[in-house]
């Protein structure tokens, strides 16, 4: 039983460096998470910090393993049971900005934070960056596909043209509520995100 409660113990540990990483990183950056940083905030040494993760680059990692998640868990999860298509990508839009509207992180968005951080780098990071954002791409791609095939959209819709929108649209409300005190981009967000598929804008926006 000791081995069972050092093993879970160990994983708490890991489980609260990562979200303390992740809040400091949403304000500050995934560069402005340091081993003394974390050790401080949550009175630890800095070498019980590291050993869970042996280097820096693997905390990123493992952040933005913690927060692409907990994206998933808030825009994905609460619409995947809705039927492909039209109604599921409706889902989605109202789901991301309602996410994006209250992220859980103190800097807003982390993955719209991280992602003008690392996008014009290289490494690991932002290789995991990007297979992350492209998987939800493709996600996104899926459903107007689905709704393209079923006729719910137009025939000659360009399925990476409205991805690109739909996410251009998504990202646009961290810097617009964090910059600028625009507390209805995420309901102008969602009104755009209607325009773009050629629907009627919801009527609570």
């Known amino acids: 039983m000791a081995g069972r409660r050092s093993v879970a113990a160990a994983l708490d540990t890991r489980a609260a460096i990562v979200r303390c990483a992740a ?26 910090v590291i050993g869970h993760f042996g280097t820096k680059e693997q ?25 492909p298509g ?29 992602t003008f951080e690392w996008d014009g780098r290289t490494g690991p990071v ?3 960056l990007a297979a992350t954002t492209k998987l939800w791409r493709r996600v996104l791609r899926r459903e107007i596909e689905t709704a393209v095939a079923a006729g719910e959209l ?6 990476g043209q409205v991805v690109f929108a739909l996410e251009a649209l998504a990202v646009g409300v961290n810097p617009a509520r964090q910059l600028h ?3 209805l981009a995420p ?14 804008a919801p009527s609570s926006t």
């Open 86 to 114: 039209l109604d599921r990508l409706l889902a989605i839009c109202e789901s991301w900005t309602r996410h994006e509207d209250d992220p859980g992180f103190p800097g807003g968005c982390f993955i719209a934070a991280v």
């Open 59 to 83: 905390l990123q990692l493992a952040t933005l393993e913690y927060a692409a998640d907990r994206f998933r868990v808030r825009v994905w999860d609460p619409v995947s049971h809705r039927r």
């Open 181 to 183: 005190g625009d507390d």
């Open 23 to 48: 809040d400091i990183a949403s304000v500050e950056g995934m560069e402005g998470v340091t081993i003394g940083r974390l050790a401080a905030e949550l009175e630890m040494s800095k070498s019980g």
């Open 154 to 159: 137009a025939a000659d819709t360009d399925p």
């Open 187 to 200: 309901a102008w967000a969602l009104r755009a995100m209607h325009a773009v598929l050629g629907v009627p």
């Open 126 to 128: 932002h290789d995991a």
